[in-house]
């Protein structure tokens, strides 16, 4: 996959370690003849002595060591990040078998981001790009408040259909919820669904919605959108949640680029509560700011074996992207039964997870919502297919909100 890198010119960098491999990789990435300014200060934070808040806010970017159970020395961070008013970007390199809750903690604090100690070259180059490029962008407050960065919910498939546009589209309807009872009411999430399967999406068709070619506007734009034209193409539906068509014409998977998702990312994560994707069958470079933004992976498969061999496939390759990806399994068109057939079995143990979420096959029901272009969730919430849907959309959200609790 190719990695766009910025230019690293004229950055001030403070390293806080004494791992002279880490020191010259640094050195590497930001070379003194491009006017770059490589500072080591001590070993930790702690043998700052009270100078870490002064030293660390004069450079553009903080490269530092740390053991996440090093309790003393995660406060002693935490204290600085507490202060930060600026753009440093802090980068934390820890071990290669840190745990996902240990890294989120991190996170938590105000981390920019968290790699391994075996990182190379050219991927510390690439995410601290990224991370720069994205301090760099003019924050435009479109939450109220200090309310967080919207979740990214992509949704993949290990075959052309397997039911993955129908899981996307009626998890983005289950999201906006909203409808409580006569004696409570209930704040609905603002959601926004992107069907990024520019040669074979319909997500549209699920919604009766028809292309206002707004994608391929996009598409065809040689800039970055700003958040006047972004609103302008996506489509309001009448269940509260707003839409990015797949374009009509048949277009190549090459013609999207990851600037270009990054740019609509940057806007939209700042408006919506959630963000979900419907990703093409296929893998293509411009996947990687997604899955670098991903709060969850929403991965539709049956446990046949070639498509678990897949799964197993895509989870890895996606975690290439976001190390600590947490990836639910969505078996669909299969009902989960109290003794688990020994192919179950094995493809929980291929795939190292105990599956959870389980969409019974209801092909009259599923048939008659896409004749009628309203998704499941809304026509017959009642259904076995509609209760399976409601619960997918619930317990996505109540996990992601528990690893966030889980981090405070």
């Known amino acids: 996959m190719n990695k766009s890198v910025s230019n690293f010119k004229s950055h001030a960098v403070m390293l806080v370690s004494d791992n002279e491999a880490i020191t010259q990789m640094v050195s590497e990435v930001f070379p003194a003849e491009r006017n770059n300014t490589v500072t080591e200060n001590g070993t930790s934070f702690q043998a700052l002595n009270g100078t870490a808040l002064e030293l660390a806010f ?34 934390a390199l820890t071990q290669n078998d ?3 809750t240990k890294a989120r903690a991190l996170l938590k604090i105000g981390v920019d981001e968290v790699l391994p100690l075996s990182i190379d070259q050219e991927s510390l180059q ?34 052309g259909g397997a039911g993955a546009s129908t899981v996307a589209v009626n998890l983005a309807c289950a999201l906006v919820g909203g409808k409580g009872s006569m004696f409570r009411k ?42 006047h034209f972004l609103s302008s193409i996506l489509q309001q539906h009448d269940l509260g949640l707003d839409v ?55 991965l539709v498969t049956d446990t046949t074996v070639p498509c678990v061999r897949q799964a197993r496939r895509l ?3 996606y975690r290439e992207a976001n190390v600590g990806l947490p990836v639910e399994v969505i078996v669909n068109r299969e009902r989960n039964s109290l003794i688990r057939p020994p192919h179950v079995r094995e493809a929980e143990k291929v795939l190292d997870t105990k599956f959870k979420h389980w969409i019974p096959d209801n092909p009259k029901v599923a048939r008659n919502a896409v004749d009628l272009g309203r998704p499941v969730t809304d026509m017959k919430p009642q259904s076995d297919l509609g209760k399976a849907l409601k ?12 690893a966030a609790t889980k981090n405070i």
């Open 315 to 317: 989870i890895d390759f």
């Open 126 to 159: 690439a995410a601290v790009s990224e991370k720069i490029t994205a301090r760099a962008v003019p924050q435009t407050q479109f939450h109220e408040g200090g309310r967080a960065l919207g979740k990214v919910i992509p949704v993949a498939k290990t075959r």
């Open 58 to 91: 004069k450079h553009d970017l903080v490269i530092f060591e740390i053991d996440p159970d090093d309790a003393s020395e995660v406060q002693a961070i935490k204290e600085v990040l507490g202060h930060r008013k600026d753009d440093t970007v802090f980068v």
């Open 98 to 100: 840190v745990s996902i």
């Open 244 to 298: 990015l068509c797949a374009p009509s014409p048949m277009v190549p998977l090459q013609s999207l680029r990851s600037d270009l998702i990054e740019g609509m990312l940057d806007l939209l994560q700042r408006r919506y509560d959630y963000i979900v994707i419907d990703l093409p069958c296929a893998i293509v470079d411009w996947v990687e700011p997604i899955f670098k933004r991903a709060a969850q992976l929403a």
């Open 391 to 402: 619960k997918l959309a619930a317990d996505l959200s109540a996990e992601e909100q528990t």
């Open 186 to 227: 209930v704040a609905k999430s603002r959601v926004a669904l992107l069907d990024l399967d520019i040669q074979f999406g319909n997500s549209n068709v699920f919604l009766d919605i028809e292309d206002n070619g707004g994608f391929l506007q996009l598409i065809e734009n040689a800039e970055l959108p700003d958040d």
